[in-house]
């Protein structure tokens, strides 16, 4: 199984801001997910990386918010840009596989 | 669009009790898979299924697959209280060992004394 790696493990930021999580897994994988959970509720795909080529998004999310990098096949970057209190969430990256495995996830709140 | 429903959204039960959680989703698919989530931490891989009546047991849980009803459940044997958690479903909605996953709403799940 993937071990999964995430940075930071939780961060407190303010309005207008930007920031960028980190995402390493220990083996090399084709594709990476970035997930968003919202507080309290399920889990949301913003997008999924691919090596070699830009993200593909999901509905309701756009690059110039959540620009992701993928410059390898064990590593991945999104950027929560220009922060507002809304964006307030566990990020969540994952990887491809047999059974989907997630990072422990960065917990950020704005204020 | 794939949708994914779950109930119940909150689960109270005894210790030593049983029950069942459901998952149904709205179109084809050939991976469902369940986790656990304990507060304030990641989902826990418990089970994926793969195809049609497929069955996984681990501990007290069990999981089955119809796809045919597009109906999966997760059933709680003599529960105790360390199975209290948030239980997601995710149907892979993606293509070959790419999932692109559709949760669902998550079963809160409390067992008490």
């Known amino acids: 199984s993937a071990v999964i790696s995430q940075k930071p493990s939780r961060d407190i930021c303010q309005r207008g801001t930007s920031l960028t999580i980190q995402c390493q897994v220990d083996?090399?994988?084709?594709?990476m997910f970035w997930y968003r959970q919202q507080p309290g509720q399920s889990l949301t795909l913003i997008a999924t990386?691919?090596?070699?080529?830009?993200?593909?998004?999901e509905s309701g999310f756009v690059i110039d918010k959540f620009p992701i990098s993928r410059p390898n096949l064990t590593f991945s970057t999104l950027t929560v840009s220009n922060m507002s209190p809304e964006d307030s969430s566990i990020y969540l990256c994952?990887?491809?596989?047999?059974?989907?495995?997630f990072g422990p996830g960065t917990r950020l709140t704005v204020l | 669009e794939l949708k994914v429903e779950q109930n119940p959204l909150f689960l109270s039960m005894q210790e030593g009790k049983n029950y069942t959680i459901y998952c149904n989703y709205s179109?084809?698919?050939?991976?469902l898979y369940w986790y656990r989530q304990d507060p304030g931490k990641s989902l826990e891989s418990l089970f994926v299924?793969?195809?049609?009546?497929a069955v996984k047991q681990e501990g007290r849980l069990m999981a089955s697959l119809d796809t045919k009803a597009r109906l999966s459940t997760l059933h709680i044997t003599a529960a105790v209280h360390d199975l209290s958690a948030t239980y997601f479903c995710?149907?892979?909605?993606?293509?070959?060992?790419?999932?692109?996953?559709?949760f669902g709403t998550g079963t809160r799940l409390q067992v008490t004394l």
């Open positions: 995710a149907v892979d909605g993606g293509y070959g060992t790419a999932s692109k996953l559709t």
């Open positions: 990386a691919n090596q070699g080529s830009e993200a593909t998004y």
């Open positions: 299924l793969l195809s049609n009546g």
């Open positions: 179109t084809t698919s050939d991976r």
């Open positions: 083996s090399q994988v084709t594709m």
């Open positions: 994952s990887v491809e596989g047999q059974r989907q495995f």
